[in-house]
């Protein structure tokens, strides 16, 4: 530094420093160094901190003891994968203990001819009966094995009431548990059935439309793509379930073959039997304008005689609803009239 052969003094010196000369005022300080070193308890901080931390960690996973920051959807992932164990177990602990009551009344003098086996097979699909839990359609030997097991449970139950308690009431309930197990079950699914085949019948001819112009035209459009189109348009769940069942066979076997899964599937609705006769005769280059007309004709006034039907039905219902209610009717207005009466006379009395 220039102190101008002694003559400048203090306050120069200290201005010279305040102007950020004072790095070269010291050059045998090493800067770097002296900021290092302020550092130091800083870091020395950090090294404690990091180690409690991992002290934690180690201790909670020795603990097993979950993170409170575990994110939720972490959280509901594993409530899923629980949730999936849990069905999967249900699934398979039903599956055992139907094969087992399967095996057994299979191996028994109840079990079912092939004829009855094929016949109740179409019954429950066509019904959706599924078995505990909702996985899967019930088989016609699984319906078969549950029904006699509950009989004879039953039996069982009715064979001790006829020797503790009463004997009549006890042959009474074994011969009703036999005639109502033999019977009731299949015309509850048979119900279900013929309540689903009313409702496809019912919406058969809005499905029959849209393919009629593309069998008619034959202009190779896909008929798969036709029933997804449909399927966006109704509101009934037994369309939906054949929609599904014919795109389902006609994407696997193509419209040919397919349509040939689809009448057995569908075999109690003539309407159904006839489309897929039909379309298998378009497929194979058959000419078939002349019964599509008829066939729309069929389907129209068909549509129209269900209304009808259904009309009918809703006017006699209303008119059962209407007799019952005027023998009600009936009676208060006499009551009424009789009260009415009652003040007439005595308001008469008074004058």
Request: glycine share 6%.
């Amino acid at each position: 530094m220039d102190t101008r052969n002694g003559e400048a003094g203090g306050g120069k010196i200290l201005e010279y420093i305040g102007k950020g000369n004072q790095k070269d005022a010291w050059p045998f300080m090493n800067g770097n160094e002296i900021r290092s070193q302020a550092l130091l308890p800083i870091i020395q901080w950090l090294i404690v901190i990091l180690l409690i931390a991992l002290a934690i960690l180690i201790i909670a996973r020795i603990l097993n003891v979950r993170s409170p920051f575990r994110g939720r959807a972490i959280g509901n992932e594993l409530k899923h994968i629980d949730a999936v164990k849990k069905y999967d177990e249900a699934v398979i602990r039903y599956n055992n203990i139907l094969r087992v009551i399967t095996n057994i009344v299979e191996k028994s003098i109840f079990s079912m001819s092939k004829s009855e086996i094929d016949y109740m097979n179409y019954n429950l699909e066509r019904a959706n009966i599924r078995v505990p839990g909702k996985f899967r359609i019930m088989k016609s030997t699984e319906f078969n094995a549950i029904i006699k097991t509950v009989q004879l449970l039953l039996i069982i139950v009715f064979g001790v009431v006829s020797i503790l308690i009463n004997l009549t009431l006890g042959l009474v309930g074994v011969v009703g548990t036999i005639l109502i197990g033999n019977t009731v079950p299949i015309m509850f699914v048979r119900a279900i059935v013929k309540e689903k085949d009313e409702e496809v019948q019912l919406n058969f001819s809005s499905l029959y439309i849209m393919i009629h112009y593309i069998l008619l035209s034959g202009s190779g459009t896909s008929l798969v793509s036709t029933f997804k189109t449909y399927d966006k348009t109704t509101n009934s769940e037994e369309m939906h379930r054949l929609v599904d069942c014919c795109t389902y066979f006609m994407e696997v076997y193509g419209e040919y073959d397919g349509a040939t899964y689809i009448s057995k599937a569908y075999r109690e609705i003539p309407e159904m039997t006839k489309l897929m006769r039909l379309i298998r005769q378009a497929n194979a280059g058959g000419d078939v304008r002349a019964e599509l007309i008829g066939f729309k004709n069929e389907v129209i006034s068909a549509k129209r005689y269900v209304m009808e039907r259904n009309g009918d039905r809703m006017i006699a219902k209303a008119k059962r609803s209407f007799y019952l209610v005027m023998p009600i009717l009936f009676q208060a207005i006499l009551s009424a009239m009789a009260i009415y009466l009652e003040d007439l006379k005595l308001a008469q009395t008074i004058f």
